[in-house]
């Protein structure tokens, strides 16, 4: 799960690299500036994929394979469907979004041209990430890591030769990034349905699996259960972002780059907590398919303290290399100090967020959703807007910062409080 969730985002990474150090730091503001509006967009997919993996989880504890497909396939209709809509309307008002969001002039045309080409790839990539979230509830995390490690090699090549004009391509400057973005997870898709029927894995695209790419209801209803609170969530986290953008956009150019170089680095250290929410969240499900309820207990502890070690770890790392790991994005020092300056303060935070995605992500694997889901979108809205806004008005920039850790302090404590107080005395149902 760690490695997949690295490459997941490495393909974007290597792209910001190539972007700052072979175009400009106006170029790497463009591509920046699109990443909250990306994330708005596949919130929705992020929330079913998550919902189908608990079903999906708990029919294979049950040893469910037919109820398995079933769910995969329901799953899988209702995202194509809305990617669809997504690049209709997201490819034809790409320009007045990012205007909306206070995008700086200077950078406006290359945002533009970038996000058009990434949102009407948005059916494929729903594909994409769908399926690698699917398998892993029935316990397969090596054909998506498989998958990614695909996409990624595919982007490390064709990024660079697109900006450079390599083996007679033609030079697309900003936009080069988007086109290896597609061309990755359009062959790295075709090769995990090739695979996925090789091994004759339970989700595998074959006859059996097409006739269940329709809609059932019931199975709806059960992914939506879980899918729906936490795709809010995600779009609320999606929405939360837009407007600390929108913050630091009035800051300048400079402030949107220095904000996406530290968003890269944040991500990869956040990687450890994620992936460990995601595995407890399948465990937990497959023990709650399988009436073994009573092993609850011991994942959240386990994933408590793995959590502790590991994403502790990334962060000592990360205090010590910070300058390093600006200037793999950066090329001008003013922006490297600010960027340097604003990951110091809340790279620590990434512990607290972690242990919250923990509790929230176990208490997911039983379909308690809906407390865990208000507390994080109560902390979001209600903590780290009004502070960051705030802060930023009175020490500017570093201001807007501040609020992650104070936002991820507070979702802690709720959580911790919700799950010892409410959830461990429940019932334990099945959602099948």
């Known amino acids: 799960m760690l490695l997949s969730n690295i490459l997941q985002s490495a393909s974007g990474t290597l792209n910001n690299v190539y972007i700052g150090q072979m175009i400009g730091v106006k170029a790497l503001a463009a591509v920046s500036s699109f990443f909250p509006v990306m994330f708005f967009f596949i919130a929705f997919t992020i929330g079913l994929g998550a919902g189908a993996s608990v079903l999906i989880g708990q029919a294979w504890g049950a040893r469910k394979a037919e109820t398995a497909r079933a769910v995969a396939g329901t799953t899988l209709t209702v995202g194509v469907l809305f990617a669809l809509v997504v690049a209709i309307f997201g490819g034809w008002f790409t320009q007045p979004m990012l205007r909306a969001l206070g995008t700086p002039p200077d950078i406006l045309p290359d945002a533009t041209r970038y996000a058009r080409i990434i949102l009407l790839a948005m059916p494929g990539l729903f594909v994409f990430l769908l399926s690698t979230a699917m398998l892993r509830g029935v316990g397969d995390t090596v054909s998506p890591l498989y998958t990614l490690m695909i996409s ?3 982007g490390l090549v064709l990024t660079p030769a697109l900006i450079r004009g390599w083996f007679g391509l033609p030079q697309m400057g900003v936009t080069s990034a988007a086109w290896a973005t597609v061309v990755g997870f359009v062959a ?7 695979h996925l029927r090789r091994k004759g894995s339970p989700l595998a695209p074959d006859a059996d699996f097409v006739r269940h790419l329709r809609i059932q209801p019931q199975l709806l209803k059960g992914v939506l259960r879980v899918g729906v609170p936490t795709g809010v969530q995600m779009i609320v986290v999606a929405s939360a972002e837009l407007a600390l953008l929108s913050f630091v956009n009035a800051f300048g150019s400079s402030a949107t780059a220095a904000y996406g170089a530290v968003n890269q680095v944040v991500a990869y250290v956040q990687f450890p907590a994620i992936s460990i929410a995601i595995t407890a969240s399948i465990l937990g499900a497959q023990a709650i398919g399988a009436g073994r309820s009573e092993r609850l207990g011991a994942i959240t502890r386990t994933a408590l303290l793995m959590n502790l070690v590991l ?12 300058r390093q790991l600006m200037g793999l994005f950066i090329t001008s020092e003013p922006v490297i100090e600010v960027a340097q300056t604003l990951l110091h303060i809340m790279l620590w935070s990434c512990v607290i967020f972690g242990m919250a995605s923990a509790l929230s992500g176990i208490m997911r ?28 008005q009175r020490i500017g920039l570093d201001g807007v910062w501040v609020a992650y ?8 404590v709720l959580q911790a409080l919700y799950y010892r107080l409410v959830w461990r005395k429940k019932t334990i ?3 099948i």
């Open 365 to 392: 694997a039983s379909g308690s959703v809906l407390v865990p889901t208000l507390i994080s979108i109560g902390c979001i809205v209600v903590v780290e807007l009004p502070t960051a806004w705030f802060m930023s």
């Open 405 to 412: 850790p104070v936002a991820f302090s507070a979702m802690l």
């Open 311 to 322: 994403t502790g770890s990334l962060v000592l790392l990360g205090y010590l290399l910070s």
């Open 188 to 194: 790295a898709t075709a090769w995990l349905a090739f």
């Open 152 to 154: 990624t090699a595919t």
């Open 429 to 431: 149902k099945t959602l």
